[in-house]
């Protein structure tokens, strides 16, 4: 069993700043990545960003240069550090991970944790 446990979404006013985590727990062998989509109402599951084990990262062009990502591999756990945030970011941010378990690969989700940003 593995499980995702996502926390630090809340309320922030747009031009603020807001840090969420997700630590991943249970029976592995290796996370291949970790990272971060999100889902405003009425629309589709997009990717924020993600960041592989050995550091490598890409972000959606809309949250360049204002979201960061990052990974402690020892706690298993990615951060999504964002700044400047704007109305737009409105959303629940679910975290994701790609495990290697049980000689095949897969896509864990977390429950989500919901953003709000007020203009």
């Known amino acids: 069993q593995v499980q995702l446990v996502e926390s630090g979404g809340g309320l922030v006013q747009a031009g603020g700043s807001l840090t969420v985590s997700c630590a991943a727990s249970?029976?592995?062998?290796?996370?291949?990545?970790m990272g971060w989509y999100r889902q405003a109402p009425g629309k589709q599951r997009d990717l924020v960003a993600k960041i592989t084990s050995g550091g490598s990262t890409n972000y959606a062009d809309s949250v360049k240069g204002r979201f960061t990502i990052s990974r402690d591999n020892a706690k298993n756990t990615v951060y999504l550090q964002m700044n400047s945030l704007i109305p737009e970011d409105t959303a629940v941010y679910y975290c994701?991970?790609?495990?290697?378990?049980?000689?095949?690969?897969?896509?864990?989700w977390g429950q989500g944790t919901q953003v709000t940003v007020s203009s």
């Open positions: 994701n991970a790609y495990i290697y378990r049980g000689r095949r690969w897969d896509d864990y």
């Open positions: 249970g029976r592995f062998d290796s996370i291949v990545a």
